[in-house]
């Protein structure tokens, strides 16, 4: 299924943010927040300078902005990953509150800005779809792999584990066989 902008519907998004704040990851991290964006910033460039990441991720154009009750009137409160510009001119942006300047949440929007990349949504896909929804199963694959690089096997395990009591999907669905 897909919505009229080409995503897939996104239906594990409420599931994904519920059991992500589960973790204690996420629980220390909003314990212990950066200090600025300029910290959050260089976090972000060292996760996406790595070479594993960089050998999925071909473009590095991306911009980490703070999000403040005086440049966005309508601030939901929450982290988010959009693009800026036009094709071939395109911007990728991260922009965060303060509250949410810790790892776990940083690698979630980079997850994104790679996701997007992998599946070529910046040029228009073939038939204009992109394939994955915003927190597929794809996205949360990949989610996972970013921290257990970055925060450890143990961080990864208690994310695995949150996405299972949640039902959210981070593998491949089996193709269904037709019985005849
Ligand atoms: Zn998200």
Not at 63 to 76: G, L, M, P
Not at 155 to 168: G, P, S, W, Y
Request: contains cysteine.
């Amino acid at each position: 299924m897909y919505r009229k902008d080409g995503w897939g519907v996104d239906s594990q998004k409420a599931k994904v943010y519920k059991a992500e704040r589960t973790t204690a990851a996420w629980k220390d991290g909003r314990m212990t927040v950066m200090e600025n964006i300029k910290e959050v910033e260089a976090y972000a460039r060292s996760v996406m300078g790595d070479d594993v990441v960089k050998s999925k991720y071909k473009e590095l154009d991306l911009v980490v902005k703070e999000i403040t009750r005086k440049n966005c009137k309508r601030a939901s409160g929450g982290a988010s990953y959009f693009e800026d510009g036009h094709v071939g001119t395109m911007t990728r942006v991260i922009s965060l509150p303060a509250w949410s300047f810790f790892k776990q949440l940083i690698l979630h929007e980079l997850a994104h800005t790679i996701i997007q990349s992998q599946y070529k949504v910046l040029s228009i896909a073939f038939d204009n779809k992109r394939h994955v929804a915003g927190h597929g199963w794809q996205f949360c694959k990949l989610y996972l792999d970013l921290v257990d690089k970055f925060l450890g096997r143990e961080a990864r395990i208690d994310l695995e584990m949150a996405f299972e009591d949640n039902r959210v999907k981070f593998t491949q669905p089996k193709e269904r066989k037709v019985i005849q």
